[in-house]
T-cell receptor
Framework: GESVGLHLPTLSVQEGDNSIINCAYS??????FIWYKQESGKGPQFIID?????DKRQGQRVTVLLNKTVKHLSLQIAATQPGDSAVYFC???????????FGKGTRLSVIA | DADVTQTPRNRITKTGKRIMLECSQT?????MYWYRQDPGLGLRLIYY???????NKGEISDGYSVSRQAQAKFSLSLESAIPNQTALYFC?????????????FGSGTQLSVL
């Protein structure tokens, strides 16, 4: 079956640097993409989402980029802080017809 | 998210026992889901329900059953627990009309099967 995957399972960055977390998807019918942050002992928390009619969306210190040509999604975190240390998941959806499919996650460690 | 409550938070049980994990929500969402999280495997869908009369199997439904008792309640049962069902279980909700496909998660139930 088709699945969502991640290029990097772990990522370590210096505090203050920018972080980029990547995600590859394989379902060409997916039209919705979302990023979640999961801190230790907690459930996943919504960060940002994007629909397939857009290629970029910005939030507070976060930007999601979508490249439909190569089926690639990325999450950029500006000026990474210790509180950004967590596991980040991407997920894809299809017009609400079926539940979101999640990738395996990337652990982000921020070095003070 | 305090609006999605899972009980218990932690559970230790023995092989062969039947157990139930409960989920309740005050968000008024129609859709509810059960996911399982294992290290390195991300979140995998067990069952989902788009409304009270709807139950659907997910990717890994074998060994599990669910009950949607009301719009606000969705319980997950392990009929006869086995050690490889040791995992972190998450309940989630969504309201497609209001917030699209965005899922709202509970805090999880850590289940250990000995």
């Amino acid at each position: 079956g088709e699945s969502v995957g991640l290029h990097l399972p772990t990522l370590s960055v210096q505090e203050g640097d920018n972080s980029i977390i990547n995600c590859a998807y394989s379902n060409s019918a997916s039209d919705y993409f979302i990023w979640y942050k999961q801190e230790s002992g907690k459930g996943p928390q919504f960060i940002i989402d994007i629909r397939s009619n857009m290629d970029k969306r910005q939030g507070q210190r976060v930007t999601v980029l979508l490249n439909k040509t190569v089926k690639h999604l990325s999450l950029q975190i500006a000026a990474t802080q210790p509180g950004d240390s967590a596991v980040y998941f991407c997920a894809e959806g299809n017009s609400g017809n079926t539940p979101l499919v999640f990738g395996k996650g990337t652990r982000l460690s921020v070095i003070a | 998210d305090a609006d999605v409550t899972q009980t218990p938070r932690n559970r230790i049980t023995k092989t062969g026992k039947r157990i139930m994990l409960e989920c309740s929500q005050t968000k008024g969402h129609d859709r509810m889901y059960w996911y399982r999280q294992d290290p390195g495997l991300g979140l995998r869908l067990i069952y989902y329900s788009f409304d009270v009369k709807d139950i659907n199997k997910g990717e890994i439904s074998d060994g599990y059953s669910v009950s949607r008792q009301a719009q606000a309640k969705f319980s997950l049962s392990l009929e006869s627990a086995i050690p490889n069902q040791t995992a972190l279980y998450f309940c989630a909700t969504s309201d497609f009309v209001v917030s699209g496909e965005k899922l709202f998660f509970g805090s999880g139930t850590q289940l250990s099967v000995l």
